[in-house]
């Protein structure tokens, strides 16, 4: 937290001394400088004023001021529109050091570096701004409202830059944004509520990011085929509803999430893919409806306080590739049904507290069971670490998750509300993996713009 104030504190400073340069080193302003070297009156009146060009609009965000040469001549008022967003933008830029946005002048939007046009879809014979594409382009600056004007846009990608703030209030106008990619950048604050509000938002990407609070319970509620959250600061209990959404990947990873895994994953069934919940910090048993997931090929629990057994329904995961749930508290005996999965590639169930294996689980192509309580196999936990924890029986009920199908027969008698026996919890040392954990990555843009629905 320490370092994300100082960065931001950084920006600012960036900015004053930007300005202060152009204040210093213009000729006409040169003589506002006192010879003392601290500030005149007037040179502090005109930084308050260009100040104040940085804090106005209606949301209390930086504003810019972009005027539009009369000469300028534009295909249509919709380029015209982007010209306007595109200039304020360059003006909200503080540092581009590929020289992206350097070709950004003048009325030929369309041929302005990582701009992308296409015919309208609601009049094919102009053409509208469908896409930018600036990743990778290391720029830092933030994303200024009238971004908002460009309502034809389908593709917004801007990862890996060094952009700061918040996400516009105006992105509410976007209603063809199919693929929304904000990751590896430095916004902060709550979840951008906006994107709940976008109609034709398919692909949601905020991972890397310093994004904290809670989810709208919303978003589950969303028609999304893609969410990557990772890597922000979320600190939330799952709600029920993550069952309702049709997304093929769910990517958590790298928050703090608590509670319970929704039994409502079950609900998933259909769609769902791949899903990484690692370093978070649930806590409860692995419901038995993860079993239903028959299409997932990923999945990814490992790094949280997850206990009790390895469910024998995870054997029905018939896709499954890529299972991970080292560093639990999980415990029992890995069942012969999850071994045998026809297309299990990859099992890491390390620093656990299993106490047994089905031998298939040894052939295996890679395969990781150290720091366990595995008799007869090497690098195992000691005989009294297990001896401790494996005395404390876990008591899935204990956690009160919801069940998946709401009308379930009346529950067993409460338990009584002890707490549930754990030992310490694992040490998560967990240095943060380059941004580039991508379980998917995404197609090169306009492969996506061609898939996409929105242009049929
Ligand atoms: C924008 O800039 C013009 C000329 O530089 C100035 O006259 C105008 O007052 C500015 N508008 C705002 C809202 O700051
Ligand atoms: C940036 O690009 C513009 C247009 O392509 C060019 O005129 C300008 O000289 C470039 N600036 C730098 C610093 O390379
Ligand atoms: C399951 O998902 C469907 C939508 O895919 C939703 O209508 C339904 O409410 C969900 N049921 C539960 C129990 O989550
Ligand atoms: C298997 O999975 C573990 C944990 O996700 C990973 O560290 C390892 O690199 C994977 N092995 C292969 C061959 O992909």
């Known amino acids: ?194 994107v709940l509000r976008l109609p034709s938002l398919k692909f949601l990407d905020i991972r890397f990011n310093e994004f904290e609070g809670k989810i709208p319970r919303e978003l589950f509620d969303k028609d999304l085929d893609a969410i990557f959250i990772n890597h922000n600061r979320f600190a939330f209990d799952l709600p029920e509803n993550l069952g309702n959404s049709p997304v093929s990947v769910i990517v958590l990873a790298n928050n703090k999430f608590h509670g319970c895994v929704p039994a409502s994953l079950g609900n998933m069934s259909e769609t769902l893919n791949e899903i990484i919940l690692m370093n978070n910090g649930f806590r409860s048993c692995l419901p038995v409806e993860i079993g239903l997931l028959k299409d997932l090929t990923v999945l990814d629990v490992s790094f949280n306080q997850l206990m009790g057994p390895l469910t024998d329904a995870i054997g029905g995961m018939m896709s499954l590739e890529q299972l991970n749930v080292a560093h639990n508290m999980l415990s029992g005996k890995i069942p012969v049904s999850i071994c045998s999965l026809p297309n299990l590639q990859n099992f890491t169930y390390s620093y656990n507290f299993f106490t047994g294996e089905a031998p298939v689980c040894l052939n295996l192509p890679d395969l990781d069971d150290r720091r366990n309580c595995l008799p007869a196999r090497p690098a195992q936990r000691s005989a009294k670490q297990c001896k401790t924890f494996l005395s404390r029986p876990v008591d899935c009920s204990a956690f009160r998750c919801s069940p998946f199908v709401p009308f379930l027969p009346p529950p067993p008698p409460p338990s009584p509300p002890m707490p549930v026996p754990v030992p310490s919890p694992p040490v998560v040392v967990l240095s943060p993996p380059p941004p580039v954990y991508s379980p998917v990555s995404p197609p090169p843009p306009f492969f996506r713009l061609l898939q996409s629905s929105v242009l049929q």
């Open 1 to 194: 937290m320490k370092e994300d104030i100082h960065n931001l504190h950084f920006d600012f400073l960036l900015l004053f001394a930007f300005l202060f340069a152009s204040t210093a080193f213009s000729s006409s302003e040169y003589s506002l400088i006192s010879s003392n070297g601290g500030l005149s009156d007037s040179e502090a009146r005109y930084i308050r004023q260009r100040q104040l060009l940085y804090y106005r609009d209606e949301f209390g965000d930086r504003g810019e001021n972009v005027s539009v040469d009369p000469s300028l001549v534009f295909e249509n008022p919709r380029i015209k529109n982007a010209y306007i967003a595109l200039q304020a933008w360059k003006q909200a830029i503080l540092s581009d050091p590929l020289n992206l946005t350097g070709d950004w002048v003048g009325s030929g939007v369309c041929d302005y570096t990582v701009v992308f046009c296409s015919p309208a879809l609601d009049d094919p014979s102009i053409r509208t701004v469908a896409g930018i594409d600036l990743n990778h382009g290391d720029i830092a600056g933030y994303l200024p409202e009238e971004l908002g004007l460009l309502v034809d846009i389908a593709l917004f990608h801007i990862n890996s830059n060094r952009f700061c703030g918040t996400v516009p209030h105006k992105f509410v106008n976007l209603k063809l944004l199919f693929e929304l990619d904000l990751s590896n950048n430095r916004f902060a604050g709550r979840f951008p509520e906006v």
